[in-house]
Nanobody, 117 residues
Framework: VRLVESGGGLVQPGGSLRLSCAAS????????LGWYRQAPGKQRELVAA??????NVADSVKGRFTISRDNAKNTVYLQMNSLKPEDTAVYYC?????????????WGQGTQVAVSS
């Protein structure tokens, strides 16, 4: 299984970035696709996820971040607008898959997002 992330970088407050995560090698049924982030000294937190029940978005990014997927490309995106310094973190792509009674979590390598003037 391979999750390849791209799109991170340094941006000024108010700017935008688009993260991409291309998945390959997953043989089980994908039950959720999501983005998490981890800032220095903090726990990893959910940013946004697409599940069978719909889309979940953290309150802290609601109205600014949008998660989407392209099934044909096995890719999930995170469009981040109106970025704030507090959005600075390493962003991780997550794919959750189900194989029979088992559930598997796959993680990308992480991509740094830094918001600073």
């Amino acid at each position: 299984v391979r999750l390849v992330e791209s799109g991170g970088g340094l941006v000024q407050p108010g700017g935008s970035l688009r993260l991409s995560c291309a998945a390959s090698g997953i043989i089980f049924t994908i039950s959720a696709l999501g983005w998490y982030r981890q800032a220095p000294g903090k726990q990893r937190e959910l940013v946004a996820a697409i599940t069978g029940g719909g889309i979940n978005v953290a309150d802290s990014v609601k109205g600014r971040f949008t998660i989407s997927r392209d099934n044909a490309k096995n890719t999930v995106y995170l469009q981040m607008n109106s970025l704030k310094p507090e959005d600075t973190a390493v962003y991780y792509c997550n794919v959750r898959a189900k194989g029979g009674p088992m559930e598997y979590d796959y993680w990308g390598q992480g991509t740094q997002v830094a918001v600073s003037s």
